[in-house]
């Protein structure tokens, strides 16, 4: 079953051969769940195209949406222990294997890969051949740019990287609009992430948290989060290690010898729900502080950004529950999950608000998971108490 190179057999051929071969594999397993000999027949027929697939990741670099679907296939495939319980069945370890020989086939074809067609759609944009509102059929792209129908996952994934850096949106039916702004998302997740590092919600020796937990503090996806990093590292503000958490460099440029107490950003966020008072007077004393933290995250996972008076008055009350959390938070020692939260809520109350009100939308989402956080941390802390 193992598939080495024979001379005179394209690679093209061997992946087809191959995928029949697992095919044929897959229809005498005789359980449901994946035997020892079974995982080892996969793995002897993997095992020549694993480094090409590796291979492949390295030269995705640019993409982020294709370096991260090589390294998410690679990683469904890999077995590195036949000793282990299989965490699936054999259908899933067929069906990894399967994606996996597929992913490889496509890039036998010609034409350009997922980095260049973005730098071309990219380059198009700014100089105005698609101006904002342009719908472009990916079919279309695929066709202008030499890509054969069979690769239009090239498309896609060049697709997601304009996407991810808000230049474009991608209906359901696959097509591609150019935005009215070519406003950078990554951007502004690494600025406000250099907010909370500078104003000492994160610092030095510690890593930061891993790419989940970062993402959800800041309301971004992962792949926003991995571009976001990308930008601090070059900024040397963080060292980027593949298979291990981000970490502050000593000496960032963001290091300050002190950060602002939280008194300090106290008066800050008061301030601001001074400016915001009159939007919420009439709904300022009985607020359900949870109930419009989660009105606010609907409204950003819908992306459905709310007339401004709404949207402030929302706010107004989600400030009010802040204030009440940070103030008790001085009773919080440093170093505790408590205080990290409290402080994370005191930064992104008392930061500036946004000119633009989407912007604002996606702030008061970042101050509603921070106070939904500590509301959670504080309930758990006296049911244990």
Same mark, same amino acid.
């Not at 029949?20 to 002897?44: C, G, K, N, Q, Y």
């Not at 802390?381 to 108490?385: E, N």
């Given at each position: ?56 990741r ?73 101006p904002?509102?342009?719908l ?6 695929? /066709? ?7 690769? =239009?996952?090239r %498309? &896609? !994934?060049? $697709?997601? #990287? @304009? ?93 300050? /010898? ?7 950003? =106290?008066?800050? %966020? &008061? !301030?601001? $729900?001074d #400016? @915001? ?14 109930r ?11 992306r ?76 758990a ?5």
């Open positions: 079953m193992t598939s080495m190179p024979s001379s005179g057999i394209t690679p093209a051929l061997r992946l087809r051969s191959d995928l029949l071969r697992l095919s044929r594999t897959a229809s005498h397993f005789r359980a449901p769940v994946a035997s020892p000999s079974d995982r080892a027949a996969v793995r002897r027929l993997l095992a020549p195209w694993l480094p090409i697939a590796v291979a492949h390295h030269n995705a670099r640019g993409s982020v949406s294709d370096e991260s679907r090589w390294s998410s296939l690679i990683a469904a495939a890999e077995d590195p222990d036949l000793d282990a319980p299989y965490p699936g069945d054999a259908h899933a370890l067929y069906s990894r294997a399967q994606d996996l020989l597929q992913a490889l086939l496509e890039a036998t074809r010609p034409g350009p890969v997922a980095r260049q067609l973005a730098q071309g759609l990219r380059q198009s944009i700014v100089s105005g051949e698609y904002p509102g342009s472009l059929p990916m079919s279309h792209v695929a /066709a202008d740019a030499g890509v054969a129908a069979a690769s =239009l996952v %498309v &896609e !994934l060049a $697709a997601r #990287d @304009l996407q991810l850096e808000g230049r474009v949106t991608v209906d359901s039916r696959k097509r591609i609009r150019v935005g009215e702004s070519t406003t950078d998302r990554p951007t502004l997740v690494a600025d406000w992430l250099s907010v909370l590092i500078e104003q000492g919600a994160y610092r030095p020796p510690a890593p930061l948290p891993r790419a989940r937990p970062l993402a959800r503090t800041v309301r971004a996806s992962p792949d926003e989060i991995a571009l976001a990093l990308r930008l601090l590292s070059e900024r040397h503000v963080v060292h980027l290690q593949r298979g291990a958490r981000p970490l502050l460099r000593a000496e960032h440029p963001l290091c300050t /010898a002190q950060p602002p107490s939280l008194s300090t950003l =106290l008066r800050q %966020v &008061e !301030l601001r $729900a #400016d @915001l008072s009159g939007a919420a007077a009439q709904h300022q004393r009985e607020v359900d502080a949870r419009n933290c989660q009105w606010v995250l609907l409204w950003w996972r819908r459905r950004t709310p007339p401004a008076a709404e949207l402030h008055s929302t706010l107004a009350s989600v400030l009010a529950a802040a204030k009440v959390l940070i103030a008790r938070g001085a009773d919080h020692d440093a170093d505790t999950t408590s205080a990290h939260l409290v402080r994370v809520t005191a930064i992104t109350a008392a930061a500036a608000v946004p000119a633009d009100l989407d912007a604002q939308l996606w702030r008061a989402a970042c101050l509603s998971t921070a106070v939904l956080d500590c509301l959670s941390t504080a309930e802390r006296d049911r244990s108490a």
